[in-house]
């Protein structure tokens, strides 16, 4: 059985037909069409490369599985490529670009990628399930954007959890955000070590901090960290960090980083009140002041998303279950975000 505080479920009221079907609802009305509807997508990383969008998304399946808190349905097997030449231009699928089976060390359970470049190399960075079924994140090459990628023999060294996002500032240094709690095992890993028989999540400990993102600055050849994991430390208004029982501005999830006007934003999910929220920081390391919200609650359970710009427009991708109305069977939007003068984002309605 699921467990949802008060707020997840007045967010679950308001999620749609992919966690209320048949209860009589009216007919949704969308912001934006699926990307692609002939394979489902989510959480799709996008990125410009040579003037060109490519979006790397996980690649939905229904395997079969029982749906758990744990995520055990989200069984995705491979990765596609999707591009296009501008937003509303057509979309191509580059097809497969990295299997399960090709990777030596994996397990099961690809989730949300992330991809980079530097130096002529192209790379794509993966969670997956080792095979004692602990989620490490891995790395593969390509001298193309579409692949297909050759991963590297193991995991990079230090890493955990789900949920890469890779950004390079204008230094050239680049660092990598990661982590997702409940299924993503971030809890797992409090006390420095992974713990099997660790709690399952820790939001029954409403008055403490909350389980944070992680991010490691990446070496020069961009596979392997340079430095042990830290916290993203995400502050109230206050300068107080965000605690667990504070459900609708605690990270979950889906962490993304941008910058603009000389600030970072990290943006992520905030689980199991959907809210894709963000915080504002002077630094790649923080520490993030919370800022607001970026999107309320799409149709489905999860939110994951990423945000980049396009000939001087900024726009973010996201997934809901408009095609499908099952939570495990996602389709990849997009549709353009605004900000106000002072650099504070407007709130979206998907």
Do not use: C
């Not at 410009?48 to 790397?56: A, E, K, L, Q, S």
């Not at 998304?57 to 989200?74: L, M, R």
């Amino acid at each position: 059985m699921t467990r949802y505080s008060q707020a997840a479920l007045t967010a679950i009221l308001l999620a749609g037909p992919g966690l209320l079907s048949g209860f009589g609802q009216a007919p949704r009305k969308y912001l934006e069409k699926p990307l692609v509807s002939h394979i489902y997508t989510a959480d799709p990383s996008a990125h410009v490369f040579n003037g060109r969008i490519y979006i790397y998304p996980s690649h939905d399946i229904d395997a079969g599985v029982k749906e758990d808190d744990k995520g055990s349905h989200f069984a995705m097997r491979d990765y596609h490529v999707l591009s296009m030449d501008k937003i509303g231009g057509k979309v191509t699928d580059h097809g497969v670009a990295l299997d399960l089976k090709d990777i030596p060390w994996a397990g099961r359970q690809l989730w949300a990628p992330d991809a980079a470049y530097k130096n002529g190399t192209y790379y794509l960075y993966f969670p997956v399930k080792d095979k004692q079924d602990v989620f490490r994140m891995g790395v593969a090459t390509s001298k193309s954007p579409t692949g297909p990628f050759k991963a590297e023999p193991q995991p990079i060294a230090g890493s955990y959890s789900i949920d890469p996002a890779v950004f390079t500032d204008t230094d050239g240094t680049s660092y990598m955000y990661f982590g997702g709690i409940w299924g993503g095992q971030l809890q797992k890993w409090a006390s420095g070590q992974y713990d099997a028989n660790g709690s399952d999540t820790d939001l029954g400990k409403p008055d403490q901090p909350a389980l944070s993102a992680k991010v490691a600055r990446l070496s020069a050849d961009m596979l392997r960290f340079d430095e042990t994991a830290r916290d993203v430390q995400i502050l109230d208004e206050a300068g107080k960090p965000i605690l667990a029982g504070d459900h609708n501005r605690r990270f979950f999830e889906g962490g993304w980083l941008h910058k603009f006007g000389g600030k970072y934003y990290f943006s992520y999910s905030t689980g199991d009140t959907h809210l894709l929220a963000y915080a504002v920081g002077d630094s790649p390391y923080g520490p993030f002041t919370y800022k607001g919200v970026i999107m309320n609650p799409v149709t489905g359970w999860t939110t994951h998303h990423s945000i980049v710009e396009v000939k001087g427009k900024w726009y973010i991708f996201y997934h809901d279950v408009e095609l499908s109305g099952k939570t495990h069977l996602r389709n990849v939007k997009v549709t353009e975000l605004k900000r106000k003068p002072d650099g504070t984002i407007e709130t979206i309605n998907p």
